[in-house]
């Protein structure tokens, strides 16, 4: 039972194609994030979601899409593939009660080329 | 700029000493997250302070917030290999008081390399 699995853990892509990272919670969490970790800026929050079908945007939304159907998975979509999305992508999870920590997945490389 | 600020940026020791870092913020803290990172790999939770003057401890790593919560430090005693990795502090900025849901604001990061 691995709690948060990201996959794919690695992806090369091409600018303008379409790309979508799956994150996938076993521990019924109500709230997920998606971070970006870029070198000198430590992690930024592109999206979250606090419920099935409640998404809301972070500090850094522009070319990314979520979505939430299922309370278990986060998907996080590049619409069309940029250089400065190079990036390692986390997911996290949340409980949303008292002051608990952000449970976060092993991440995921895109390199766009 | 930064809301989380850290220092420093990097930090070389040898093995055995004493190290500090330290995570300054911009605005009162409520709730300050330390994680720990390997590289290649995802964020460690270390530990989480709540309230000001607060200090918890983990094995050899102590960290603490100060009285007026606008500051953190961690400090590792006697370091070893293991202890190698980016440290990053993270708060939820937004929220005064009540419970925090994890929406996090990161400071840039510390990277530790300790020599043996």
């Known amino acids: 039972d691995a709690g948060i699995t990201q996959s794919p853990r690695y992806k090369i892509t091409e600018t303008g194609r379409q790309v979508t990272l799956m994150c996938h919670q076993t521990?019924?969490?109500?709230?997920m994030f998606w971070y970006r970790q870029d070198l000198g800026h430590g992690l930024r929050l592109i999206y979250y979601?606090?419920?099935?079908?409640?998404?809301d945007k972070g500090e850094v939304p522009d070319g990314y899409v979520v979505s939430r159907s299922k309370t278990e998975n986060f998907p996080l979509t590049l619409e069309s593939a940029t250089r400065s999305q190079t990036s390692v992508y986390f997911c996290?999870?949340?409980?949303?009660?008292?002051?608990?920590?952000?449970?976060f997945g092993q991440g995921t490389r895109l390199t766009v080329v | 700029s930064q809301e989380l600020e850290q220092s420093p940026q990097s930090l070389i020791v040898q093995e055995g000493k004493n190290l500090t870092i330290n995570c300054t913020s911009s605005?009162?803290?409520?709730?300050l997250y330390w994680y720990k990172q390997k590289y290649g790999e995802g964020l460690i939770f270390l530990m989480m302070?709540?309230?000001?003057?607060e200090e918890k401890s983990h094995e050899k790593i102590t960290a603490k917030l100060d009285e007026k919560k606008q500051q953190s430090s961690l400090h590792i005693t006697a370091s070893q290999p293991s202890h190698a990795g980016i440290y990053l502090c993270?708060?939820?900025?937004?929220?005064?008081?009540?419970?925090?849901?994890?929406?996090?604001?990161f400071g840039q990061g510390t990277i530790l390399t300790v020599h043996p």
């Open positions: 996290a999870t949340g409980t949303g009660s008292g002051w608990t920590e952000a449970f």
């Open positions: 521990w019924s969490h109500s709230y």
């Open positions: 979601s606090a419920a099935a079908d409640i998404t």
């Open positions: 605005k009162t803290l409520y709730g």
């Open positions: 302070l709540q309230k000001g003057g």
């Open positions: 993270g708060a939820d900025m937004a929220r005064a008081g009540g419970t925090s849901y994890g929406k996090l604001t």
